[in-house]
């Protein structure tokens, strides 16, 4: 066959395989990685996926997933087992609404939990084509991460600003967002100290800690933004209210100082950090006060207590398979959750989910886990210093499906793919970039 072989299109010109290879296949590549970082940056940023109920993100999936097939078989990455994945994957954890169906719960709400699920998976899979082996889309991608959450923060100082020149109370204005992107958005009056301000990104807040104090020479920011983008993220956990994400936050700080972070920087670091606690001592010491009375804390634990009691008894009904996609146990039902599709959300969203898909379906997710981050267990070359954390990051996060439902959620979708990327990350190739 001769090489400057043609295709015919439908308007009847012709396209001959060098201007295929040369200008229409490096345009849908292009094409594919804008739209992939935009839908990172929208899914961080946005509080949702809608504005007055219009939908930004939908469209972006659409157009999305036929680049990202391109992209796959356009890379040779496309192997006969990652292909076979992509049909066995999302078939198997199919059975599980026929499980719920059995079990007598709505087609409806198994559906959506199915999608949870699949959604989540599919954008670690997006993550991976558009990373693939490339160290510059792998710091690109890793960037927006961090970027669009320093955004986010950025928007809570904001909101803070705005409420304290305006005089009006910052649970207001977080009802009023609540109202524009049709969610209900975590808040609370602290009185003298603003208000409650939590995103459903904030979940993002303790690995960009550890990015901007550990990566940030592979990302090559400066010292003082490095110190800036700490202080910002720490301040937006902080009024994040989440002794979860406090915590987290603690965990991630320290190990991205151990690891990362250079001696003279460790120290202007720590004490600005220093001079900033000691100046709002009694502000701070009030507010984790505040957040661990058994007024605002002990409603929250109680609510825990009695979903893992009904739970127990859930999941041990059904032990092996569950009782199927978007199942819930009768004996607890959370009041605002009125319509029966939802009903299978629960904050303590491991046990739930052992009771949803049993012994069997979690054993398949962890295999799936496995195989995601392969590389924290068989990159030859990775030293303990550099997976260490990252397991630790990791094993962090899944025990958020003990107190927050947020195991299955775009934001945990992104979080998965930031930690598999770093885990790609070994010293000696971020010397090459």
């Not at 006969?80 to 078939?91: D, R």
């Not at 199915?114 to 889309?137: E, K, P």
């Not at 799936?368 to 550099?386: G, M, Q």
Request: proline share 4%; glycine share 6%; aromatic share 12%.
């Amino acid at each position: 066959m001769r090489s400057d072989s043609t295709f015919a299109t439908p308007h009847g010109l012709h396209l001959s395989n060098e201007r295929l290879r040369t200008v229409v296949y490096p345009f849908c590549e292009r094409v594919f990685e804008r739209l992939f970082l935009i839908f990172i940056v929208l899914t961080i940023v946005l509080p949702s996926g809608s504005i007055y109920g219009l939908n930004l993100k939908s469209p972006l999936y659409v157009v999305l997933l036929p680049l990202a097939l391109f992209s796959f078989f356009y890379r040779a990455e496309a192997t006969a087992e990652k292909v076979a994945l992509l049909g066995i994957v999302p078939t198997i954890l199919s059975a599980w609404i026929l499980i719920g169906l059995l079990h007598g719960f709505p087609f409806s709400s198994a559906m959506r939990q199915y999608l949870d699920v699949v959604l989540v998976l599919l954008l670690c899979w997006l993550a991976a084509i558009f990373c693939g082996n490339d160290l510059s889309r792998q710091r690109r991608f890793i960037r927006v991460v961090l970027y669009s959450e320093v955004a986010t923060g950025v928007l809570k100082i904001a909101i803070l600003g705005y409420a304290v020149l305006r005089g009006i109370p910052t649970v207001e204005i977080m009802l009023d967002l609540s109202h524009v992107f049709g969610v209900n958005l975590m808040t609370l009056d602290l009185g003298a100290m603003f208000g409650r301000i939590q995103f459903v990104s904030d979940a993002l807040i303790p690995i960009c800690l550890f990015i901007a104090l550990s990566k940030r020479n592979w990302l090559r920011i400066g010292n003082l933004l490095s110190a800036l983008i700490v202080l910002v993220l720490l301040t937006s956990v902080i009024f994040s209210f989440s002794r979860y994400f406090w915590a987290f936050s603690c965990v991630t700080f320290v190990l991205g100082l151990l690891t990362g972070a250079q001696e003279r920087f460790r120290i202007v670091l720590i004490t600005l950090l220093a001079v900033v606690v000691l100046s709002s001592l009694p502000a701070l010491t009030s507010l984790y006060d505040l957040r661990f009375s058994s007024d605002v804390a002990g409603n929250s634990d109680r609510i825990r207590t009695e979903q893992v009691k009904a739970l127990d008894d859930f999941f041990e009904d059904a032990p092996y398979l569950g009782h199927g996609f978007g199942s819930y146990t009768p004996q607890v039902v959370r009041e605002e959750q009125t319509d029966e599709g939802n009903r299978y959300g629960y904050e303590v969203q491991l046990f739930a989910l052992a009771g949803q898909i049993g012994l069997t379906g979690l054993a398949f997710l962890a295999v799936l886990a496995a195989y995601y981050f392969s590389d924290l267990w068989w990159r030859p070359r990775a030293r303990l210093r550099e997976r260490f954390p990252i397991v630790v990051m990791l094993l962090f996060w899944l025990t958020a499906g003990l107190y927050n439902p947020l195991l299955f959620h775009p934001i945990a979708g992104i979080l998965y793919a930031s930690l598999a990327t770093l885990s790609t990350i070994s010293e000696e190739s971020a010397a090459q970039l």
